[in-house]
C-alpha cells in the first residue's frame, strides 16, 4: 500500500504528537506500524468522535495530529520504514551523559535497567517538542483504541510542566 498522506496542520486547531522512541534497529516496527494504525483509525471511522472541545463535530476530532518518532543515532535501517508508516522522525542524542548524572542510585543503575539500559533517556526529549499543543509519548506496545480529544483539551498537564525542560533545546 501507499504511504500515508502527510499529516496538514489546520491554523484553528491544536496539532498534538503521539510520539514513540526508537534506541536500536530491530523487530520493533510492527509495534509502530500497529501503534501508527491505530492512531489514524481512532480519527477516522464510526467510533471517532469528538468530546465536545471547542472546534470538534460530531464525526471529526477537535485536534489534528502527527506521529513522531525519535530515535538514537545509530537507528539507521528503521528510518524508511518509520517514514513511511507515516511517523516524522527526528534523531536525537542522550540528553545526558550517564557519567553527568549525580552519583548515586540512578547512576550506578541505569546502564543495566528496563529494555534500553540509559537509551531510555531518549524519551526526555518529548518534552522538547513545544511546536505541539500536547505531546502524548507511548511505548511501541500501546494501542489507542478511541479518540483521546478528551486527553488534550484538559486543562492542566498531564504527567509534567507546561514549559521547556532546561537544556533539552532541539
Not at 496539532?15 to 520493533?28: M, Q
Not at 509502530?32 to 492512531?39: K, P, R
Not at 534523531?91 to 542510585?105: C, Y
Amino acid at each position: 500500500p501507499p504511504p500515508p498522506p502527510p499529516r496538514r496542520r489546520s491554523a484553528d486547531r491544536p496539532t498534538v504528537a503521539f510520539a514513540i522512541v526508537l534506541t536500536k534497529d530491530g523487530p520493533y516496527l510492527d509495534g509502530a506500524a500497529v501503534l501508527a494504525e491505530a492512531v489514524m483509525g481512532s480519527w477516522r471511522g464510526p467510533n471517532s468522535s469528538s468530546s465536545g472541545a471547542p472546534g470538534g463535530a460530531a464525526s471529526q476530532p477537535a485536534v489534528d495530529y502527527e506521529l513522531v518518532a525519535i530515535v538514537a543515532r545509530n537507528v539507521t535501517a528503521s528510518r524508511p520504514v518509520l517514514r513511511f508508516l507515516g511517523y516524522r522522525v527526528l534523531e536525537r542524542p542522550l540528553p545526558v551523559a550517564v557519567a553527568d548524572i549525580a552519583p548515586g542510585f540512578l547512576r550506578d543503575r541505569i546502564a543495566a535497567r528496563g529494555c534500553c539500559g540509559a537509551d531510555e533517556l531518549l524519551k526526555l526529549w518529548a518534552y522538547s517538542l513545544a511546536e505541539y499543543s500536547r505531546v502524548l509519548l507511548l511505548d511501541m506496545d500501546s494501542l489507542v483504541l478511541r479518540n483521546l480529544d478528551e486527553l488534550f483539551f484538559a486543562n492542566r498537564p498531564a504527567a509534567a510542566g507546561g514549559g521547556r525542560v532546561r537544556g533539552l533545546a532541539a
